[in-house]
Structures are given as C-alpha cells and as structure tokens.
Nanobody, 127 residues
Framework: EVQLVESGGGLVQAGGSLRLSCSAS??????????LGWFRRAPGKEREALST????????YYADSVKGRFTISSDNNRNTVYLQINGLKSEDTGVYYC??????????????????WGQGTQVTVSS
C-alpha cells in the first residue's frame, strides 16, 4: 500500500525558511518512472503545483512562481522527498501536499498525473 506522510509545516514569520518532508512507503525511489510532487492549496484558491522531482533521474520541475525560493530534493535511500522554502511570504500560506506518480509523467503540474496523495501539512506565514 502506497502511503505519503508530510511533515515540517508550522507557523513561521515572513522571510523565514522551512523544510517540508514527505516520507513515502509502498514503492521505492530507486524504481524507474517515479515522480514526487509538491502542491499547495492556499485559502480560497485552487490547488497549485509547485515542484516535482523524478527520483531515478533527479530531474526537477518548478512553477515559475516559486523558482529561486523553493528547492525540491530527494533522499532515495530514505524514500523521502523534501521541499526547502526560503524567503517565506504571506502568500505561501496554505496546505502543502505531497503526491506520487507511479508512471512516466507527461505534464508534471497536472494533478491528474499523480496516483496517491498525502494528507497535507499546514504552513502559515505571519507578516
């Protein structure tokens, strides 16, 4: 059974940093065609794709809105993916979700590509 568990969220001041973690089980990051993505649902907004990493190759994708502030990485031996967020802004407030695509993705930012989702972790940025 595939499970994704996010952690690392919390209340942080604007300008600060956070590292979110997503621990995965039920598959291996060493397998081919495994992509882990981070999404965010801000209050009153649609869920948006932030970043994805294909774990076997290390190829990464970023939304234009987060390039330069967000960094995705994976520890394939720990089956964990991370999202480092620097320079937090109030608009970064929301629930952050981890998701996995167990196939070769064609459109990394489309939520329909992802087979399983975590429960999310809340990030609140105070100004």
């Amino acid at each position: 059974e595939v499970q994704l568990v996010e952690s690392g969220g919390g209340l942080v001041q604007a300008g600060g940093s956070l590292r979110l973690s997503c621990s995965a089980s039920g598959f291996s990051f060493h397998e081919q065609a495994r992509s882990l993505g981070w999404f965010r649902r801000a209050p009153g907004k649609e869920r948006e794709a932030l970043s994805t990493i294909t774990t076997a190759t290390g190829i990464t994708y970023y939304a234009d809105s987060v390039k330069g502030r967000f960094t995705i990485s994976s520890d394939n031996n720990r089956n964990t993916v991370y999202l480092q967020i620097n320079g937090l802004k109030s608009e970064d407030t929301g629930v952050y979700y981890c998701a996995v695509a167990l196939h070769t993705i064609l459109a990394w930012s489309s939520s329909y590509e992802y087979n399983y989702w975590g429960q999310g972790t809340q990030v609140t940025v105070s100004s």
